[in-house]
């Protein structure tokens, strides 16, 4: 499948992300979201990384104009997956709606177009259920920041065709990311190992095994990773991580997901990370 023209179904932090590398990759991108409002935080969103790029001297000024020149903006969902030959959903993290959303562009969408989910935990298997082709739903797991890290999970449903796992495969590829293909098992592959380290580094924190500063060098230093899993969850969301933890606990009936009290707790009182200011550590405010 030679995709073209791209709807990407949510203009957060994800889908403004994937907006961003299908853009730069060449692809026509209809960027939606519920409201104006949101679109334009979006592709504000694309333009200062693409800003960031540029003064790095990792993207050229032309490269810059071409990226954003290919992404048009809307708020009606079937406006976006009209013409669209991948129609990906980077909606919260919600079963329900993210089965609503597919079903709704389903109906409108090209019959030959790959529809995907950017799910980082649920069932790909549970989310094509009540598609009337489930066979060209597959997961396209990206990471955060997508312009910048490498990996794209591409996970298998039950029903999921080799053509579709195929297309994403290349895709991704197009797209400058490396692919890896798991079975959609609760968590797959990445987010089952990082959450299990994750998890772990808060049970440390919790119980004063050392600050959350040194637990994070421990394995920036010792180990090479990138940034440290307490920097990381508040990356990601303190209240992403915990319904993640929530999910696997119960999908997975394993006491290494059951969700630490602190991180309950951060939740409760609104310290989701960097988006709120303060998580594990204090930040800006956004």
Same mark, same amino acid.
């Given at each position: 499948?030679? &995709?073209? /023209? &791209? #709807?990407?179904?949510?203009?957060?932090?994800?889908?403004?992300?994937?907006?961003?590398?299908?853009?730069?990759?060449?692809?026509?991108?209809?960027?939606?979201?519920?409201?104006? #409002?949101?679109?334009?935080?979006? $592709?504000?969103?694309?333009?200062?990384?693409?800003?960031?790029? &540029?003064?790095?001297?990792?993207?050229?000024?032309?490269?810059?104009?071409?990226? $954003?020149?290919?992404?048009?903006?809307?708020?009606? =969902?079937?406006? =976006?997956?009209?013409? #669209?030959?991948?129609?990906?959903?980077?909606?919260?993290?919600?079963?329900?709606?993210?089965?609503?959303? *597919?079903?709704?562009?389903?109906?409108?969408?090209?019959?030959?177009?790959? *529809?995907?989910?950017?799910?980082?935990?649920?069932?790909?298997?549970?989310?094509?259920?009540? $598609?009337?082709?489930?066979?060209?739903?597959?997961?396209?797991?990206?990471?955060?920041?997508?312009?910048?890290?490498?990996?794209?999970?591409?996970?298998?449903?039950?029903?999921?065709?080799?053509?579709?796992?195929?297309?994403?495969?290349?895709?991704?590829?197009?797209?400058?990311?490396?692919?890896?293909?798991?079975?959609?098992?609760? +968590?797959?592959?990445?987010?089952?190992?990082?959450?299990? %380290?994750?998890?772990?580094?808060? /049970?440390?924190?919790?119980?004063?095994?050392?600050?959350?500063?040194?637990?994070?060098? #421990?394995?920036? *230093?010792?180990?090479?990773?990138?940034? +440290?899993?307490?920097? *990381?969850?508040?990356?990601?969301? %303190?209240?992403?991580?915990?319904?993640?933890?929530?999910?696997?606990?119960?999908?997975?009936?394993?006491?290494?997901?059951?969700?630490?009290?602190? $991180?309950?707790?951060?939740?409760?009182?609104?310290?989701? +990370?960097?988006?709120?200011?303060?998580?594990?550590?204090?930040?800006?405010?956004?």
């Amino acid at each position: 499948m030679n &995709v073209r /023209r &791209v #709807a990407v179904l949510g203009a957060g932090t994800m889908g403004r992300g994937i907006a961003h590398v299908a853009a730069q990759a060449g692809c026509e991108v209809v960027l939606r979201d519920v409201d104006d #409002a949101s679109v334009r935080r979006g $592709l504000d969103g694309i333009r200062q990384a693409l800003d960031v790029g &540029v003064q790095k001297g990792k993207v050229s000024a032309e490269e810059r104009e071409a990226t $954003l020149a290919r992404i048009t903006t809307v708020t009606d =969902a079937k406006q =976006a997956a009209r013409e #669209a030959d991948l129609v990906i959903e980077a909606v919260p993290e919600d079963l329900d709606l993210k089965q609503r959303v *597919l079903k709704e562009v389903e109906s409108v969408a090209p019959p030959t177009a790959l *529809l995907a989910s950017n799910t980082s935990s649920l069932s790909i298997t549970a989310i094509a259920y009540g $598609l009337r082709r489930p066979e060209r739903l597959v997961g396209m797991h990206f990471f955060n920041p997508p312009h910048l890290l490498k990996l794209v999970e591409v996970v298998r449903g039950d029903r999921t065709s080799q053509d579709a796992t195929d297309a994403a495969v290349a895709l991704a590829r197009r797209m400058g990311k490396e692919p890896i293909v798991v079975r959609d098992t609760p +968590g797959f592959a990445s987010s089952r190992l990082g959450l299990a %380290l994750g998890l772990e580094a808060m /049970r440390m924190f919790e119980a004063g095994v050392a600050s959350a500063e040194d637990i994070d060098k #421990a394995m920036e *230093l010792g180990y090479n990773h990138p940034m +440290g899993p307490l920097k *990381l969850t508040d990356l990601v969301g %303190l209240d992403v991580r915990l319904a993640i933890a929530e999910h696997l606990h119960k999908s997975l009936a394993s006491d290494v997901f059951r969700p630490p009290e602190v $991180l309950r707790r951060l939740v409760r009182v609104g310290k989701l +990370g960097r988006k709120s200011g303060e998580g594990f550590y204090r930040y800006d405010k956004p």
